[in-house]
């Protein structure tokens, strides 16, 4: 049970944001939201509710009927039954559900909230659709390596598609923090270490749930997460402390957020952690000042899973009442999961500790975004069992779920073009824990898809080669344990092979929520197993599972052939496939940087020079570098390599480029190879010298191009000064007139094409 008293810090506290809130900058926040309609019936509505029917429409639960992985993640035991729910749901305690059970189960609390509750309020249902619903796509880092803002968009509208059709109105994505250690568990929910990756990824995602029309019974309303810098956690360890300074979280982690919000997000879900002493669930200046008066969002905050409820761990606050106080003021709207507002609201608002009239305010943002989702309209709009059926994994889905995995490929490394393989003629040996099951396909965080619907390696491979009896699977390892005889089945399945597919990495429960690894390496077992087949002088292609970058050494990195496959979803031994025997050239490209050794993280290619970088070659004393490690990448951002033969040549870059003018930058691609591929161009500036210094690179922008055999095109860029902004010494937007270095180049660390130009006034 929590202590009830509160603190006299918390009692001051919480008078000053009230003040603050009363006073007229921030009072006029309230008073200036509003471009977007709000339906004239909401205001009549809140007006008939209690404090407690208010307090319940800001409180969302996890749903008592769940089923699955739902169930592993919201146990029952952790609340109340399902019928214990509904009683809820009549007394108007609850907005709504997540993480429920499907249409059967939405229908049912639906008709008790529309035939039981004193004010027919709908429900909303919401859940984490993280990357698919029923059909699963790449992990959204794995598909953030297509560098294809329209395969984003077109995947984020097919788990719309699906997961609306089985009763979902909100979905918890997309994830749009930046991570730039891949120690943190959490770097596969999203679009890895760049910030303009992220925006462009971001928009995308939010324009696929959303749709054209968020009263279509195939939209989902999107949910920008997590407000703001989570994958800034120290040492990359999920839910820790964050300590950055104003103008890092401006100019790295919150543009994602802001671009989101342009695009449309209607809701925002706060941080698990705090940032330089205050927890984002208790940040008034995130979630007014920049969020609302600032950025003039429109939409409604949710904490995260029991997020109010961690500010007593972090000693912020007292107890639960004082962190329902703290977490409301502080401008979150909706509390999950706790309970908080919904047990201590009431009491907060009839001692004068919280204004009634900002209590109404967040309802208000509720009620309108239901209305925008069609529900006081319609409110079983999205609740059709017919419907859930037919559009659960259709055949135009599970080619999406193709498509978007071997998109998604990488290829580190192709030695003596050992890939493509060939069909026949070859007998192939997949070895490894990830060979063949029904198990580690799909990645973490899914909800409602099953593995066993899913396409594993063996199958895929199989399904390629014109001779199945050509194909031996041997496990040879655990993920994390060795099997008995494992080692000795699988350097014999070898011997016996011409070629090895060597398939290792990380499984599901490595990546994820509270899955921070201090040692991102491959697991000693399987090295043991890389080592024994390597000897074995069998050519070896590596196909790694992986939900973060990953330091290789050893065996693994000295194999011919590297594929980076993540965990590709529903068709992920199909799409493996079609890379490995030539169906598609590998077109991913990574979007963190692999590291040379676990030691270097955090990593990442747009750092800063310090004053003492090393000159390019042997490494120096008294230069910045570990011992005996370049202070680069083993993989580097925006790498990987495809079918075919590419050279980059013909930069055209003006000397200069006036204050508000524009330039065109270009250079001349040519595949000279006999494969039809796609190329990543990127484009990546240096300002050389400024009153902030400024990293060794940053991506300015990048185009897919595609190319056939011995084809040529020139890819051309428009820059602007705008491009050029950073963060200044005011924490505003600036840059200054200067020179600037240009690449365009296949990755962040590689040359490519360079030259100078010239910023004038």
């Known amino acids: 049970m929590f202590d009830t008293r509160i603190s006299r810090r918390a009692a001051l506290m919480g008078a000053g944001a009230v003040a603050a809130w009363a006073a007229s900058p921030a009072r006029a926040m309230l008073q200036a939201a509003g471009s977007l309609p709000v339906p004239a019936f909401i205001d009549s509505l809140i007006a008939k509710m209690t404090v407690e029917e208010k307090a319940g429409q800001l409180t969302i639960l996890p749903a008592a009927w ?18 214990q729910q509904l009683e809820e749901v009549a007394k108007m305690r609850l907005t709504g559900v997540f993480n429920g059970n499907g249409v059967e189960m939405a229908r049912r609390m639906q008709t008790v909230a529309m035939t039981r509750s004193r004010l027919k309020v709908p429900l909303l249902f919401a859940a984490d659709v993280i990357h698919g619903h029923r059909t699963i796509f790449p992990v ?20 719309s598609y699906e997961g609306a059709a089985a009763g979902i109105d909100w979905t918890f994505a997309p994830m749009v923090d930046i991570a730039r250690d891949q120690r943190w568990g959490r770097t596969m929910e999203g679009a890895g270490e760049d910030t303009l990756l992220g925006e462009v990824i971001a928009a995308a995602r939010v324009r696929g749930f959303q749709g054209k029309d968020l009263k279509a019974n195939d939209a989902m309303l999107a949910c920008a997460k997590h407000f703001a810098a989570y994958g800034a956690a120290e040492a990359g360890l999920d839910y820790s402390t964050v300590d950055v300074s104003e103008r890092t979280l401006r100019e790295v982690y919150l543009p994602p957020f802001k671009t989101a919000f342009d695009e449309g997000a209607l809701s925002a879900m706060a941080s698990f952690n705090e940032i330089s002493g205050v927890p984002s669930t208790g940040s008034e200046w995130l979630m007014r000042r920049i969020l609302r008066d600032e950025w003039r969002f429109e939409g409604f905050v949710v904490s995260d899973y029991t997020g109010d409820m961690e500010m007593i761990d972090h ?46 305010e967040s309802v208000r943002k509720v009620l309108a975004m239901k209305a925008r989702l069609g529900l006081f309209e319609d409110p079983f709009r ?32 192709n030695d003596g073009d050992l890939l493509p393989l060939p069909k026949s003629g070859k007998k192939i040996a997949i070895i490894g824990p990830f060979a063949e099951g029904k198990h580690d396909i ?35 390892s655990g993920v994390e344990a060795p099997l008995a005889g494992g080692i000795e089945a699988a350097v014999a399945a070898a011997r016996a092979a011409d070629v090895v597919i060597l398939a290792i990495g990380e499984s599901e429960n490595m990546s994820g929520e509270a899955q921070s690894r201090a040692e991102i390496v491959i697991p000693a077992p399987q090295m043991e197993l890389a080592e024994a087949v390597a000897r074995t002088g069998k050519p070896v292609v590596v196909v790694l599972k992986n939900g973060r970058a990953l330091a290789l050494d050893g065996a693994v990195l000295a194999a ?11 068709e992920g031994g199909n799409a493996t496939a079609d890379v490995l025997f030539g169906d598609y050239s590998p077109a991913g490209r990574l979007p963190c940087s692999f590291p040379r050794s676990p030691g270097q993280q955090p990593y990442y290619y747009n750092h800063k020079p310090t004053g003492r970088p090393n000159p390019e070659g042997a490494l120096q004393p008294y230069k910045a570098h570990y011992r005996g490690i370049p202070n680069s990448a ?28 524009e330039i065109a930058v270009s250079a001349r691609i040519t595949n000279s190879g006999s494969r039809a591929i796609e190329e990543v161009v990127q484009l990546y500036i240096r300002d050389r010298v400024a009153s902030v210094t400024r990293p060794v690179r940053e991506l300015k922008a990048f185009r897919k191009l595609a190319l056939a055999p011995g084809a040529s095109e020139t890819v051309t860029f428009k820059l602007r000064r705008e491009q050029l902004l950073f963060i200044g010494r005011e924490n505003k937007p600036t840059v200054e007139p200067g020179l600037f270095d240009l690449w365009i180049a296949p990755s962040a660390e590689a040359e490519g094409v360079k030259a100078q130009f010239t910023l004038v006034a």
């Open 634 to 661: 083993l993989f580097p951002f925006g790498h990987g390599l495809t079918y075919g033969k590419i050279g980059y040549a013909d930069l055209s870059v003006p000397a200069t480029l006036p204050w508000d003018g």
């Open 560 to 570: 011919p052939a590297i594929l980076v496959t993540w965990f590709l979803g529903s």
């Open 140 to 159: 959204p880092v794995g598909e953030a390596a297509a560098f294809d803002p329209d395969l984003a968009e077109r995947t984020a509208r097919m788990a």
């Open 442 to 476: 799909n990645g973490p965080w899914v909800v409602y898809g099953d593995n066993a619907l899913a396409i594993d390696l063996a199958t895929g491979v199989r399904g390629a080669v014109a001779d199945k009896g050509s194909v031996s699977v041997t496990l040879g």
């Open 66 to 83: 769940g089923g699955g992985v739902a169930t592993a993640l919201n146990p029952p035991t952790n609340g109340p039954s399902f019928e």
């Open 382 to 413: 999205r609740i059709d069992a017919k419907r859930e059926k037919a559009r659960s994994r259709t055949k135009e889905a599970i080619a999406l779920s193709r498509e978007s995995g071997r998109k998604s490929i990488v290829m580190l490394k």
């Open 315 to 360: 000693g912020f606050a007292a107890d639960a009442r004082e962190a329902a106080k703290l977490a409301f003021l502080a401008g979150v709207d909706m509390s999950m999961t706790s309970g908080f507002y919904r047990d201590h609201l009431p009491d907060l608002v009839a001692k004068g500790e919280v204004p009634i009239a900002l209590v109404d």
